[in-house]
């Protein structure tokens, strides 16, 4: 089937932004695209939208989320949660995320292997949602972020944790998530916001924790992504081998140095601090969280401005389900990233063409090209002009995950 959408401004992905163009689909894959009155328009084309005026995207990619959590500030709340709940409200999460424009996500660990089945639903037609990359369970110290029995007593039960100490019990967890059907694995390096007991400044996994379960990932093709905050987890992750810093409150020169020399990517998720410091103890985030996240958001906002200036790879990720950072509403992050320094053209590119380099997809997603997939967002408004538009359900007219209509939101089409 042939799709056209006609004289919308055109962010193509790969930097270039085309003021009117056509785009031209057939069936899961991008046929043509350029300026209007250069793309050869094939006749006979089943759907036609007019979206001049408009804005087409290519579909976003969230680098960081956990799609079985919800956003609920209250720890306890969450902790009583069971596993299959958990499973049908990813579901509902990943509709949500979808409809909001994000074509693919990346999981950054889940509990009960919920990741590993939403994928195949979805990928099976099942129940609607973005293309994902998963985790499984990620992996952490005794007592460490990942640890979430951290302050909690001995007879809570606790599903999503994998606690690791020693080299061998890292290789065998990352070989388990392997298998399992992770496409990365999930490593803290450091301690964390949310956890009780712990810092963020805290070491987590050892280099040699991490060297191991990196390697067993690196054997069969597949990457590794890290919680880590503090200088001396991040530096461990970048030596040990890791692709992607999530987080990364503090860069040094030297953190930044190597990033650029190893080519490690920066996911610096703004959101999930933004929440935890503005809503502070509001619907329960405990006193210590918020103590930590307001002592170290500053540092954050430097880190990410150097990183930026010194030309590291930074890829857009949310941290969606952290406190009131719900999932669908991913795009407050360009917001963000914007308020730290970034042009709005280069959050666009964090969530496009950067996080599919990241994620190893850069010959399918990320930019509208011919022969990649055709993951589209038409958008009512400029976002180079303001990057807020695209947090406004309503402005999102309509979204495309390969090829096929996720939702449309008062887009019409005729043939020709
Ligand atoms: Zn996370």
Known sequence: MITVFRGGRIFVGNGEV????DLVLEDEKILAVGPQGQVQLPSGAEQVYDVSGKTILPGLIDAHIHITGSGNPDRWERIKELVPHMA???????????EAGFTTIRDAGAPGRVDIALKQAINEGLVPGPRMLVSGRGLSITGGH???ANGWPPEVEFKGRYVVDGVDAARRAAREQLRDGADQIKLHATGGVMSEGDLPTARGLTLEEMRAAIEEANNVGKKSMTHAQGST????????????????????DEIIELMLKRDVFFVPTLAAMHHIVTRGTEGKIPAYAVAKAREAQEAHTASFRRALAAGVKIAMGTDAATPFNYHGNNALE????VQAGMSPRQALLAATKMGAELLGLSDKIGALEPGKLADVVVVDGDPLEDVKVVQKKEAILLVMKEGRVAVNRGLSSGGR
């Open 18 to 21: 085309i003021p009117r163009g």
């Open 146 to 148: 990942g640890d979430s």
């Open 88 to 98: 049908i409200r990813a579901a509902v999460n990943a509709r949500r995320t979808l």
């Open 233 to 252: 987890g991040i530096k461990n992750a970048i030596l040990a081998g890791i692709n992607s810093i999530e987080h990364g409150f503090y860069l040094t």
């Open 334 to 337: 360009l917001e963000l990233m």
